[in-house]
């Protein structure tokens, strides 16, 4: 097996504003994020955020550490773990114990494992772990939380198109955590607006992934400060990096379901500068 990176620098609102539609792309969007039998991260300079995927198929993947980036010993010496299966039935081994992991069930592990496996129960409907991890300075205990035991908030309406059920999974109100924490939200059919009216949080940045998309359809994400937005078109599995300083919101050609995983100075969910929608440009 192998695992596989890239990495991205963090850049601000000025220099954001002189790049075209391929600048914005190469600085901000995860294009693809599974492979067949490996793993991949994209390692943002952005609070350190690792955003990744892991898609066994025919073997079972190892979570190795990224010598030339870590420099650790191993993946998660001094960081933490959030996974979400958005594929088939899967398990992921953590120090010897065995977790089963069903699609849009998720798994926190903490920093000091040292041994995590991936597993697919099929070859032909792999599980595919989307990974979201952070810098870490203490040592939680592994969770599994499925859907039924994130806490639910009912946000929209079907009338302004942005009904959605944002399920907050590894959020420290659920589990604890150091700084990492991640959810899962569903638009209701009919509805295509996520996180909108919009908001910024200077103090966290957010990783945004799409999935559930039907094919042929897309999102369109919006990012950039309130007064000076732009958008990036977006495929289903893809993943977009949202900078602190940054709205983070989509519109899509039809329903679909997203992952947002943030990181930063605080973990006050509510801690939103929410803006109105007539004041966007
Ligand atoms: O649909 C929404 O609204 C969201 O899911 C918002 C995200 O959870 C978010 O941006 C948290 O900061
Ligand atoms: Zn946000």
Redesign the pocket.
Known sequence: METTFESRYAIGPNETKTLDTKGLRENFLIDRLFWNDRIHFVYTHFDRYMAGGAMPVDQKLKLETIEPLLKEEFFLSRRELGIINVGGAGTVEVDGEKIDLGTKEALYIGKGVKDVYFSSNSASEPAKFYLNSTPAHHSYPTRKVTKEQANKIE??SLETS?H?V?N?MLLHTVIETCQL?M?M?E?KPGSVW???PA?T?DR?M?V?FYFDLPEGQSVSHFMGPVDETRHIWMQNEQAVI?PPWSI??GAGTSNYT?I?G?AGENMD?DD?DKSSITELR
């Open positions: 946000l929209g942005n959605r944002i907050q924490q959810g939200t638009l996520n996180t909108m908001h949080h966290r957010e945004y949202s983070h919101s997203f947002w943030m969910y939103m």
